[in-house]
């Protein structure tokens, strides 16, 4: 099926890409991921960095099982962090050196700011928080990259299949033991993940790509905030540019407090396809997705669309209706919360990644990111790291860690 995908795919204009990593990832190609190719096993950064330099990191250390609640201030100056057991329990707190670093990520960094008295004024007030900085971006410009699943049928018995491990019990031993034995197979695939992509730019998409962007440009940006805005936060998306990815979508979601228990989720609204565009541009992609997967190599193999999808969806106003309720607004890429950004349009980092307002408090996490990119996060959140640990060991003059 594989084979037969990739000629459709370029039978309807797609062009093969060598290398996606070298910077022009548009058209089809084997997608990476995070496996190492000598042992085939999960490559994660406990195991190909922590454990290599925890024993020469005397520093270093991991506390499981504890999440920060807030982080303490003197003034305006960050001196550490309380923190707590997840289980619940009693606070302790750790002091910093020199700064305090957050990486909590896209939803929990927002939380941690809010609670520690940075954030909108108004919500900061509502939970009775003391307010340290009125910074109305925390927790703003919520960016993910949704999914659509179209699920097809085949007419024709295909064997094996991406269900037959879960479903063949003799199958599923023979490949275990072929992977155990020799890392061969269908266990060497990561999960049940389609190891094939097209990345499409909107103008590979459609012919009407053009009236797309402009009345994306001619929209006004409340289509995709909520009501009550701060005017700091809404200049920011009126000064800024239109990005034509579906992976970079124009709706922007919020992160915010839901009371002042640290153990408690914060309220995440994606506000997912708010923004018109991004309903044009998916419903763009539809119908080229439907096109591949008509083309003569696709239909050999008898494929058809299924529920909620089918050819008798053919308008756009129902492709859109469709779409609303079959649509995952996350694709576990949150980003963009606590933007780099200037601090008049609605940004809480400078581009040292340091907190407005305040002293000793940077950000490290991709929360800080003004928008998505076009991919998967991870290689350029670990690019990030390592240009904010460059920067910190120039602003203290550390020498550098031996690898």
């Keep these: 099926m594989i084979a037969n995908w990739?000629?459709?795919?370029?039978?309807?204009?797609?062009?093969?890409?060598?290398?996606?990593?070298?910077?022009?990832?548009?058209?089809?190609?084997?997608?990476?991921?995070?496996?190492?190719a000598s042992t085939r096993t999960r490559s994660h950064s406990k195991r190909n960095h922590y454990d290599r330099v925890k024993d020469s990191r005397p520093n270093y250390h991991i506390l499981p099982s504890n999440m920060v609640s807030k982080v303490i201030f003197r003034g305006t100056t960050?001196?550490?962090?309380?923190?707590?057991?997840?289980?619940?329990?009693?606070?302790?707190?750790?002091?910093?050196?020199?700064?305090?670093?957050?990486?909590?990520?896209a939803l929990s960094t927002p939380k941690i700011l809010q609670l520690s008295g940075i954030g909108s004024k108004n919500l900061l007030q509502k939970y009775e928080i003391p307010v340290v900085v009125d910074l109305p971006g925390v927790g703003s410009?919520?960016?993910?990259?949704?999914?659509?699943?179209?699920p097809y049928t085949a007419s024709n018995n295909l064997f094996p299949n991406s269900g037959s491990i879960a479903n063949n019990a003799t199958y599923a031993a023979e490949q275990r033991a072929l992977y155990d034995s020799k890392k061969q197979r269908a266990y060497t695939i990561v999960s049940t993940l389609s190891t094939n992509i097209a990345m499409m730019s909107l103008s590979q998409t459609t012919s009407s790509y053009k009236k797309i962007v402009s009345n994306a440009r001619a929209a006004a940006a409340p289509y995709s905030?909520?009501?009550?805005?701060?005017?700091?936060?809404?200049?920011?998306?009126?000064?800024?540019?239109v990005t034509i990815y579906l992976n970079k979508p124009l709706s922007r979601g919020a992160v915010t407090i839901n009371?002042?228990?640290?153990?408690?989720?914060?309220?995440?609204?994606?506000?997912?396809?708010?923004?018109?565009?991004?309903?044009?541009?998916?419903?763009?992609?539809f119908r080229k997705n439907r096109e591949l997967m008509t083309a003569p190599d696709m239909a050999a193999l008898g494929v058809a669309e299924a529920a909620p999808f089918g050819e008798p969806i053919i308008a756009d106003s129902e492709l859109a209706s469709t779409f609303r309720g079959a649509i995952d607004p996350s694709n576990a890429h949150q980003c963009c919360t606590v933007a780099m950004m200037p601090r008049a349009l609605g940004g809480v980092v400078s581009s040292e990644q340091k907190v407005?307002?305040?002293?000793?408090?940077?950000?490290?996490?991709?929360?800080?990111?003004?928008?998505?990119?076009?991919?998967?996060?991870?290689?350029?959140?670990?690019a990030s790291g390592e240009r904010l640990a460059e920067s910190i060991k120039r602003e203290y003059k550390l020498a550098e860690y031996k690898r």
């Design 141 to 150: 410009n919520l960016q993910d990259q949704l999914t659509l699943k179209v």
């Design 78 to 105: 960050a001196v550490g962090v309380e923190y707590l057991p997840t289980a619940g329990g009693k606070a302790a707190t750790a002091y910093a050196a020199k700064e305090v670093i957050l990486a909590a990520g």
């Design 259 to 285: 009371s002042t228990n640290p153990l408690e989720n914060p309220l995440v609204d994606y506000r997912a396809v708010t923004d018109p565009a991004d309903i044009e541009v998916l419903t763009a992609l």
């Design 6 to 36: 990739w000629n459709a795919a370029k039978s309807v204009g797609l062009p093969a890409v060598k290398d996606p990593n070298g910077g022009d990832n548009l058209g089809i190609y084997w997608f990476p991921h995070a496996v190492d």
């Design 225 to 241: 905030l909520s009501s009550g805005v701060d005017a700091s936060v809404l200049a920011g998306y009126t000064a800024d540019g």
């Design 356 to 382: 407005y307002g305040v002293k000793g408090l940077r950000v490290a996490d991709i929360s800080y990111w003004p928008f998505q990119i076009s991919g998967a996060p991870t290689a350029t959140m670990y």
